[in-house]
């Protein structure tokens, strides 16, 4: 069974930095596009972030330069690393294995960006 756990959430302010982390288990990450998914109050999930199994990336317009996504295959954990947040960042951030498990997620991890 496939389980995804995000953590690292929380409120900063603009300008600042967080780094979200998802934890996998009953898969390996190792063999499979990761992605970085968020859900704004009264929005539709949007894709953030992807990787590759050979660890080429992918970003939307709106993140690009500010976030990075990486993963760490010994740990079976894929990071977000956000930095110079925006308000318009605030959301519920999710992980997901796109092409194998598109329908499996987490619960989610709450990042809210004011003063």
């Known amino acids: 069974q496939v389980q995804l756990v995000e953590s690292g959430g929380g409120l900063v302010q603009p300008g600042g930095s967080l780094r979200l982390s998802c934890a996998a288990s009953g898969i390996s990450i190792r063999f499979n596009a990761m992605g970085w998914y968020r859900q704004a109050p009264g929005k539709e999930r949007e894709l953030v972030a992807t990787?590759?199994?050979?660890?080429?990336?992918n970003y939307a317009d709106s993140v690009k330069g500010r976030f990075t996504i990486s993963r760490d295959n010994g740990k079976n954990t894929v990071y977000l690393q956000m930095n110079s947040l925006k308000p318009e960042d605030t959301a519920v951030y999710y992980c997901?294995?796109?092409?194998?498990?598109?329908?499996?997620w987490g619960q989610g991890t709450l990042v809210t960006v004011s003063t």
């Open positions: 997901n294995v796109p092409y194998r498990y598109p329908g499996v």
């Open positions: 990787i590759t199994i050979g660890d080429t990336t």
